[in-house]
């Protein structure tokens, strides 16, 4: 079964900076959307950023303000989040998700980074913003 494996996460202080990275496991990520997701416990799933499939159209969570960047490698294979100014309410476990269906090209395109449109899931990495 397809599967996602996500990298970067870790310890950083206050404003600090982290780059997540997620590879498909055996697989490029080149036809995929791929959308990073967070969720805290006892608190909901949140979309956080998304790319689209083709042209690579993105979208980003409003909460953001522009703090993050979502970006694919050269030849496609990996998404990456690049996290700047960092806050401690940013702790909690990142997940990238992907798809090829249309339904999630249309997801990120409509910004609405729905969990359910999205069939490949990795195991999280964290994130600890603490001083």
């Known amino acids: 079964q397809a599967t996602l494996v996500e990298s970067g996460g870790g310890l950083v202080q206050p404003g600090g900076s982290l780059t997540l990275s997620c590879t498909g496991s055996?697989?490029?990520?080149?036809?995929?959307?791929v959308v990073w997701f967070r969720q805290a416990p006892g608190r909901e799933r949140e979309g956080v950023s998304g790319i689209s499939s083709g042209h690579g159209s993105t979208y980003y969570a409003d909460f953001l303000k522009g703090r993050f960047t979502i970006f694919r490698d050269n030849d496609k294979t990996t998404v990456s989040l690049q996290m700047n100014d960092l806050k401690p309410e940013d702790t909690t476990v990142y997940y990238c998700a992907a798809d090829s269906s249309p339904h999630a090209l249309m997801d990120v395109l409509r910004g609405e980074m729905d969990s359910q449109q999205y069939r490949i899931w990795g195991q999280g990495t964290p994130v600890t913003v603490s001083s």
């Open positions: 055996g697989f490029s990520l080149r036809p995929y959307t």
